[in-house]
């Protein structure tokens, strides 16, 4: 166990920093020497489905992680046992003791420990954020798919009443193009401004029409 982050071991850590217990952190903490791992916190113990800390000893890089980023992380460790100070954070794709897959966020640095130098890892999981994105993507391709395929005509404006984005169906019913629209106000469109002050009123009353 590592009482503190080894606070002598990394420059430029400030004290208050440095004396923080690497075992309290929120996100994984781990130790690496000859590309293995010697020490894990219990939040790199979960995050990797480990049954216990000493599951995870004595594990290599080549086993944890993702056989497409092995190259880039080996080069980084490469890096660190040579130099000095702390590399930028990157993602990498990792597989936890079930098998699963976990994409992080590292950043690592040299450190001394117990009088040799070893690799300091620390890992925040992104996985569900990833999962997230492309689960949005997904929908705004969706959205995209049936806004283009719509026959009538369907329009957003900004709060003033600025024009958005306009679908297709525009060129039929208006006989405009799109991008003549978007960026225009839409009262322009009305045959009288009182239908559009209708709209108005609906969404103050309503929220959405």
């Known amino acids: 166990m590592l009482p503190a982050l080894l606070n002598k071991s990394v420059p430029n850590f400030s004290p208050s920093i440095a004396t923080i217990p690497i075992?309290?952190?929120?996100?994984?903490?781990?130790?690496?020497?000859?590309?293995?791992?010697?020490?894990?916190?219990?939040?790199?113990?979960?995050?990797?489905?480990?049954?216990?800390?000493?599951?995870?000893?004595?594990?290599?890089?080549?086993?944890?992680?993702?056989?497409?980023?092995?190259?880039?992380?080996?080069?980084?460790?490469?890096?660190?046992?040579?130099?000095?100070?702390?590399?930028?954070?990157?993602?990498?794709?990792?597989?936890?003791?079930?098998?699963?897959?976990?994409?992080?966020?590292?950043?690592s640095a040299q450190v001394f420990y117990e009088g040799t130098y070893a690799i300091l890892v620390v890992a925040m999981d992104i996985t569900h954020r990833q999962e997230m994105e492309r689960q949005l993507r997904e929908s705004e391709q969706h959205f995209r798919r049936l806004f283009e395929n719509m026959q009538d005509v369907y329009y957003r404006t900004d709060a003033v009443g600025i024009v958005q984005m306009v679908g297709p169906g525009v060129r039929h019913v208006l006989g405009y193009e799109p991008e003549e629209i978007i960026g225009r106000s839409a009262e322009e469109y009305y045959p009288s401004p009182s239908d559009r002050d209708a709209f108005k009123t609906a969404i103050r009353e309503n929220g959405s029409v």
């Open 23 to 107: 075992e309290m952190m929120p996100t994984m903490a781990s130790l690496f020497f000859d590309r293995r791992m010697i020490y894990v916190n219990q939040a790199g113990q979960e995050l990797l489905e480990a049954d216990d800390q000493a599951d995870l000893l004595g594990q290599s890089l080549q086993a944890l992680v993702h056989p497409l980023d092995l190259s880039r992380v080996e080069a980084r460790f490469r890096h660190s046992e040579t130099t000095p100070g702390s590399n930028r954070p990157i993602e990498i794709r990792v597989l936890t003791l079930k098998g699963n897959p976990r994409l992080l966020t590292t950043a």
